[in-house]
């Protein structure tokens, strides 16, 4: 069972147009990641952190910000670019 699982897998690379699909999805998902992790210049993250500490100590649960927050996977608590979503290439 476990045999016929890789071995369909393995099958998948076999197939050319089948292997650069899987193989731009998974770049993707690596520049997504990456994108989540650069920083906003000039902005201040430690104030923002505040914040969202400040939130949760009230029991809010940091209410609209944090419901933005979790849907971009944390990257606005770490002011990453990637929390900006597609604005910056609208405004540019």
């Known amino acids: 069972m476990l045999k016929n699982i890789f071995q369909t897998f ?7 147009e089948l292997k650069s699909r899987i ?13 989540s992790l650069c920083p906003i ?3 201040d993250g430690q104030l923002l952190a505040e914040f969202f500490e400040l939130q949760a100590q009230k029991g809010t649960g940091g209410g609209l910000l944090g419901l933005y ?7 606005l608590e770490r002011c990453a670019i990637g929390s ?3 604005m910056p290439y609208i405004s540019a």
């Not at 393995?10 to 050319?16: E, G, L, Q, S, T």
């Not at 193989?23 to 994108?35: A, D, I, S, Y």
């Not at 927050?69 to 990257?75: E, V």
């Open 10 to 16: 393995a099958n998948c690379f076999k197939v050319p």
């Open 69 to 75: 927050s979790m849907f971009t996977g944390g990257a």
């Open 84 to 86: 900006l979503g597609i």
């Open 23 to 35: 193989l731009f999805t998974l770049l993707l998902l690596g520049l997504t990641r990456l994108v």
């Open 41 to 43: 210049p000039s902005l």
